[in-house]
């Protein structure tokens, strides 16, 4: 692991329930490019940070993106449908410097909507990972993506962002980088 390529950045994993993804339409293809984000961003050495909502009810976050993340990934419980509504994940984040989030998850037009809307008011740089959000009604993320975007929320596809980052195929990172992609 090696320090973050963009001081101050997390990548923020919004309610990746397996309770929700029976519901969500190509659920298999959605928790790959999770993981993919995950696994990219514990490479590069940014720090991810996991919500739940309700998961006493609801259960915990999908297992396999808890192993991608490793041992220092932080977990929070939530009942408010943004991230950012109460003081646990807000104070996780301030305490590591984090103002730029990276976000996954579901559902895109009630929990990540929700939170974007609430990082953007509390004046942090807010990156959605595309297709690594996922929706019941595609139509309503969509219109959720084009009210964010008019905010000034940026809105790319994993990868896209994540090159953006290795920037090079000298990068030290690049050979393990490739390999995350291929199992993406």
Do not use: W
């Not at 909502?53 to 408010?80: I, N, R």
């Not at 109460?86 to 929990?111: H, K, M, R």
């Not at 990868?159 to 920037?167: C, D, K, L, Q, T």
């Amino acid at each position: 692991m090696s320090e973050s390529p963009v001081p101050h950045l997390a990548l923020l994993v919004v309610d990746v329930q397996p309770t929700f993804l029976k519901a969500l339409p190509d659920a298999e293809s959605f928790l790959r490019r999770c993981a993919l984000a995950v696994g990219v961003a514990r490479l590069l050495g940014i720090p991810v940070f996991f919500t739940e909502q309700v998961p006493a009810k609801l259960g915990g976050t999908h297992p396999e993106l808890l192993q991608a993340a490793g041992p220092d990934a932080v977990v929070v419980g939530k009942t408010a449908f943004s991230a950012l509504a109460g003081d646990e994940l807000t104070t996780a984040l301030a305490s590591q410097g984090i103002n730029n989030l990276l976000i996954c998850g579901l559902e895109g037009p009630v929990c990540v909507y929700q939170t974007a809307v609430d990082a953007l008011r509390q004046e942090m740089g807010v990156t959605l990972l595309a297709d690594a959000i996922t929706a019941r009604r595609p139509a309503d993320q969509e219109t959720c993506f084009a009210m964010l975007r008019s905010h000034g929320v940026t809105i790319l596809p994993v990868e896209s962002v994540f090159y953006a980052m290795v920037r090079n195929a000298q990068s030290p990172h690049f050979r393990a980088f490739t390999e995350l992609v291929k199992q993406g």
